[in-house]
């Protein structure tokens, strides 16, 4: 077993990925107890106790980022009984432990990497257009949407703009505020902003000239943090294309997220020129990692949370044999905009050091299928 304490709302999406079904999970909760006291009545309380379960279900708000698992009872408890149903909130800073019949590869590196100090939400980035705005945290785990601010701007009318510059001003207003909540200046190394046209130019100038004006040192400060980027909306769809820019891949090359980004990019222009060398479903793939030829296994997160062991396993052998001959393995965030792209490719894609022609032939059993 492992016993690992949660220290902030990311780590909850690791204890996800973590926990199957059949998991044993030790933490503490709390119970509503019925006691009956000398003279026969009755009264409840609320106690704080820890429990065993087995893992029966998993239930993941990934907004709220809020972890809820349901399971028997399987360890004597003075208030609850053995083989009795109970529903454990995992909490932040509190410890839990966790048991497995097997750890395989890709749940050691989770822990590893939900461990490692380095790998935190250093990018955020406020993808805008006139009157919406979407305030994004891109975390190495996940893209987490933050605020999203929405403004009815009127038409600048002949003669008189004064309507429209005040809905501005406010949009403004509004956005600033979401940042100065939502951004914590200690972690972020970078703030995108991205936006069509003009918008995030004036966005700046109203944000600098506030700044100014109400002696926001917090602000003023961390100015040099901020990057202008182009997108074509502002609707947090339009984060791949900002991730894909290279002059950001340039300012975000230690973080995990734009290495994603540019995998699933490089896989594509693959897919386009050379498709002998880019092979997407598990039969393909696995027939092309038997063949020692992956450079580059591209997989969602998604397939590892399979609730059948065999299908699972299938996928942890695959990760295996890549890393075993030399490959490299990319392991996607199905919480991220290029983790969502891979999930609709299979969910698993790789990028092969030489081309093998017959492996594009169709074939009968095709098992690429496999959700």
């Known amino acids: 077993n492992v016993t690992l304490m949660p220290e902030e709302a990311e780590d909850m999406w690791h204890t996800y990925n973590l926990l199957q079904i059949g998991d044993s999970l030790m933490a503490s909760t709390i119970r509503k107890v019925q006691t009956e006291s000398s003279t026969g009545s009755v009264g409840s309380s609320r106690v704080r106790t820890t429990l065993c379960l087995c893992v029966d279900t998993i239930d993941f708000d990934s907004q709220a980022c809020q972890l809820r698992v349901k399971g028997t009872n399987i360890q004597e408890n003075q208030y609850v009984k053995m083989g009795a149903y109970h529903t454990i909130e995992l909490e932040l800073n509190r410890k839990f432990t966790l048991a497995k019949k097997i750890w395989d590869s890709v749940v050691l590196d989770r822990i590893e990497q939900a461990c490692d100090p380095t790998q935190k939400a250093d990018v955020a980035a406020v993808v805008m257009q006139e009157g919406l705005a979407n305030l994004v945290l891109v975390t190495p785990a996940?893209?987490?949407?933050?605020?999203?601010?929405?403004?009815?701007?009127?038409?600048?009318?002949?003669?008189?703009?004064?309507?429209?510059?005040?809905?501005?001003?406010?949009?403004?207003e509004a956005v600033m505020q979401g940042i100065l909540r939502h951004i914590n200046f200690d972690v972020v190394k970078c703030i995108l902003v991205a936006s069509p046209g003009f918008v995030k130019d004036q966005f700046m100038a109203y944000l600098f000239r506030e700044a100014v004006r109400q002696d926001s040192k917090i602000l003023l400060e961390n100015r040099p943090k901020f990057m202008l980027v182009h997108s074509s909306s502002g609707h947090k769809y339009s984060l791949k294309e900002i991730l894909c820019d290279p002059a950001v891949t340039a300012r975000l090359s230690d973080t995990k997220a734009a290495g994603e980004v540019k995998a699933l990019e490089d896989f594509y222009k693959m897919l386009q020129h050379e498709p002998d060398r880019a092979f997407y479903g598990l039969a393909h793939v696995e027939k092309a990692s038997e063949a020692l030829a992956i450079d580059i296994l591209l997989i969602s997160d998604k397939l590892f949370r399979h609730q059948d062991v065999a299908t699972r396993s299938r996928y942890v052998r695959l990760v295996d044999n890549v890393r075993d001959n030399g490959g490299t393995v990319r392991i996607f965030s199905s919480l991220h905009v290029s983790g969502e792209q891979l999930t609709q490719l299979s969910g698993v894609a790789a990028i092969l050091r030489f081309p093998i022609a017959d492996l594009s032939e169709p074939e009968d059993d095709s098992t690429s299928d496999e959700d």
């Not at 933050?146 to 009127?154: L, S």
């Not at 008189?160 to 001003?169: F, N, P, R, Y």
């Open 142 to 172: 996940m893209t987490l949407l933050r605020a999203k601010v929405e403004v009815t701007i009127p038409r600048k009318r002949r003669g008189s703009c004064t309507q429209h510059e005040k809905a501005l001003d406010r949009f403004y």
